[in-house]
């Protein structure tokens, strides 16, 4: 953006003096000339009534001069309430900017983005300073996503300046693939837990952070937490970090939600969770036993993804789990690539438990099921299938069977007297890619069955 459309730009914004919320997307720019960053803050601190601005400044060269100018202006926003920033591969210091967002104590709502290499151990230091100033904050997200430079310092000074924020009823954080991050630093940030006795709402993304060795300091923080409401754990990918944490871990997260009992909403992604061979039916059962007590929830998500070694058995104690759920609406379970055709005959899974529990959730409204490469054979999946006819408030279905090569045309067959009987469904997807055992008359009989079903408007489906 030349400096002449820059003024063009900010004359136009001068104008809006209403304005109230205003957002920007740079990431088509080379850069972002200091000038014009100058501009853009004059231009904004002469909205009087503006309460949010949200800034993407995904770019590859951006100095911190103009930054810290922009700060500068920011500061002289007195209405200012909820600001979200995001840098992307942006090799700058946050020293000065971040000294300027501290004195931002009027902020209830703060969002910063900088991922992909772009924070370093010592920036975020800087950045958690800042937040330990925003003490009516009551909404906080902060993605970290792929930094591989952060380590123990910067997550004990987070998790230090956590502890000041007691108004937050939002946490949104996220270091996924944040390899280096370290056993230590992790304990520290979920300790600080502990004292945000507002949350209702938590979301916590340690996707391929080997540091995690165990659990038990993240559930005795989640414990204490009465007002939670909406709760959100990924611990993808962490099998090689060791200690048989897959196991103790579905023990400690079952002992956990046994006192969240206000839960509304629960999804937990442990997808690849192999372990040494510890993650076994010991581990499911107690995990279960929480899942259990959960009566409150509305919305309940369940990844175990290519969990290779997990027993079928344990399983079945998540499905009789759910039947205490009554008043769940949204359900997601995903199977993906478990193997099930691998397991002896008498501990195989029984799509007769899952279709009994399936029957009993009256409430539900959205369903969606995965069981892509997991083996699951034609007669359970018939018995799933059918147990959605007892659903009469189903809006949307999604199912992926893709790679199931034990199933045949009768699953299609069956599909379609089930979709004929549920009149509120508006939305189905279907994905039966490499179901090698259907023959094409079946497929096509099917398609021309589900074309057919007018009242539902969205419809996609895969073979």
Not at 23 to 49: H, S
Not at 135 to 161: A, C, M, T, W
Request: glycine share 6%.
């Amino acid at each position: 953006m030349s400096n002449k459309d820059m003024k063009k730009f900010g004359q136009v914004l001068k104008s809006l003096v209403c304005l109230e919320k205003v957002g920007f997307k740079f990431d088509k720019f080379n850069q972002i000339p200091d000038n014009n960053l100058q501009k853009l803050g004059q231009a904004l601190v002469r909205l009087n009534y503006l309460q949010a601005i949200s800034l993407d400044f995904s770019t590859y060269r951006m100095t911190e001069t103009g930054l810290e100018e922009f700060g500068e202006a920011l500061q002289k926003i007195i209405r200012l309430t909820s600001l979200d920033l995001s840098f992307e591969w942006g090799m700058f210091e946050l020293e000065n900017l971040s000294q300027k967002l501290g004195t931002l104590t009027s902020l209830t709502d703060f969002s910063f983005k900088c991922e992909n290499y772009s924070i370093t151990d010592d920036r975020l230091q800087h950045l958690a300073k800042a937040l330990q100033e925003m003490v009516r904050l009551e909404s906080l997200k902060l993605n970290f996503k792929e930094s591989p430079y952060i380590k123990e310092d910067g997550l004990q000074e987070l998790g230090h300046s956590l502890q000041a924020l007691t108004s937050l009823r939002v946490l949104n954080v996220d270091f996924g693939h944040c390899e280096k991050l370290t056993e230590k630093g992790i304990k520290s940030l979920c300790k600080s837990l502990e004292s945000l006795v507002s949350l209702e709402t938590i979301q916590l993304n340690f996707e391929k952070c080997f540091g995690i060795a165990e659990l038990e300091t993240l559930g005795e923080a989640l414990t204490t937490l009465v007002c939670l409401r909406n709760l959100t754990l990924n611990f993808e990918h962490i099998r090689n970090c060791g200690r048989g944490v897959p196991d103790q871990g579905l023990h400690i997260l079952g002992e956990t939600l046994q006192k969240l009992i206000s839960l509304e909403s629960l999804q937990l992604k442990l997808d690849d969770w192999t372990g040494f061979g510890l993650y076994n039916e010991t581990g499911q059962e107690g995990f279960s036993s929480g899942l259990e007590t959960l009566t409150s929830l509305r919305s309940l998500s369940l990844n175990f993804r290519r969990c290779a070694l997990a027993i079928d058995a344990g399983f079945d104690t998540i499905f009789v789990a759910l039947e205490k759920l009554d008043l769940l609406e949204n359900l997601e379970l995903d199977f993906n690539s478990c193997h099930f055709y691998k397991r002896c005959e008498d501990t195989g899974f029984d799509g007769h438990q899952l279709s009994q529990s399936l029957k009993s959730l009256s409430c539900l409204q959205n369903v969606s099921l995965h069981f892509a490469y997991s083996g699951i054979d034609d007669s359970d999946a018939q018995m799933v299938i059918q147990a959605l006819e007892r659903l009469s408030f189903l809006k949307s279905i999604n199912l992926e069977f893709a790679y199931c090569h034990l199933l045949t045309d009768g699953v299609l067959e069956k599909m379609s007297q089930v979709f004929r009987t549920l009149r509120c469904l508006e939305s189905v997807t279907l994905d039966f890619s490499r179901c090698d055992e259907m023959t094409e008359a079946g497929k096509e009989c099917f398609e021309q069955e589900f074309k057919s079903l007018k009242f539902i408007r969205n419809k996609h489906i895969k073979f």
